[in-house]
């Protein structure tokens, strides 16, 4: 798979040994040549540990200004609509500096892969608190544990109108696999959030460990399917990590799709236009 499609002058990885990214640059590469695309993709990301992961892709990237990637894609896509476009970001990335973009192209229903890397911390900048910290977890800005509340991304992503809505781990990468195949294959907006543990930052201090392998352990022992979930009492889901397909909604019109409709000489002008 590496010697397929890496970008060996890229490398080496800037990830941490142990790091959920490289996880997640894995199961994307399987994703793709599982579903024979990789001609067709265009990707982007923005700024931290994990908008580095699309750089070591010999594919078509643009590694973009901080929290700005989906503002990127979203010309991308509307420039050339054959193109699979995937976004890469963090939690930081697309909550936090990127908030605003995250929540209108969910919005407007574009059809961009978004692929959320969320390790409840900004790695890269070491280790301050995310929009996704837990509350009471100790980071670098909060010493004395962390007093805001976490956004839930999948709840934020579904009612702002994204119209794929996953969540796994890198202990599931089976499941997150397909969860990638079905996301690339819904033509719409759709948001796939992967917890991803970071052992330099977020598992020392909020884990209180850097081993990986207690880190994957943990986020088994805390996942509960989204079957399981809608089920048992709301005191019963703290601090664990709802897993599954979480909406998937096929109906609702795609915005690229509406604008040619609109604007018919923009598709005819179009040599990308199909
Ligand atoms: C405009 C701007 N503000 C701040 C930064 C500094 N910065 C770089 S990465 C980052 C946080 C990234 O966190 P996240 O998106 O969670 O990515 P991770 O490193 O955790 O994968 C910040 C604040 C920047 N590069 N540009
Ligand atoms: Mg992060």
């Known amino acids: 798979m590496a010697e397929k499609y890496i970008r060996k002058k890229a490398l080496p990885l800037i990830f941490c040994p142990g790091c959920g990214d490289g996880t997640v640059l894995n199961i994307f590469l399987r994703a793709i040549d599982e579903m024979g695309i990789f001609k067709d993709l265009a990707l982007v990301s923005g700024i931290g540990c994990s908008g580095w992961l699309p750089t070591y892709l010999q594919a078509d990237v643009l590694h973009v200004l901080h929290g700005r990637a989906i503002p990127f894609a979203t010309g991308l896509k509307l420039t050339d609509p054959r193109r699979k476009v995937v976004v890469f970001t963090g939690d930081g990335d697309c909550l936090g500096i990127g908030g605003n973009h995250f929540i209108h192209g969910a919005r407007r229903n574009i059809d961009l892969t978004v692929i959320m890397m969320n390790n409840g911390i900004y790695g890269m900048t070491g280790g301050q608190a995310a929009p996704t910290t837990p509350l009471h977890s100790r980071t670098q800005t909060s010493p004395y544990g962390n007093i805001e509340f976490p956004f839930d991304a999948c709840e934020l992503a579904r009612a702002a109108g994204a119209t794929y809505v996953a969540r796994w781990t890198t202990a599931h990468p089976r499941q997150f696999l397909q969860a990638i195949k079905e996301g690339m294959e819904h033509a719409g907006f759709s948001f796939l959030e992967v917890f991803s543990q970071c052992p330099t930052q977020a598992g020392r201090y909020m884990e209180g460990t850097s081993d990986p392998g207690e880190l994957l352990a943990l986020y088994k022992k805390r996942a ?51």
Do not use: C, M, W
């Not at 079957?227 to 019109?253: N, T």
């Open 224 to 274: 509960i399917s989204v079957e399981q979930a809608r089920k048992a009492p709301d005191q019963d889901l703290s601090g664990r990590i709802i897993v599954g397909r979480i909406y998937h909604s096929p109906e609702k019109k795609e915005f690229s799709k509406s604008l040619y409709e609109s604007f018919p000489a923009q598709a005819t002008n179009n040599r990308h236009h199909p």
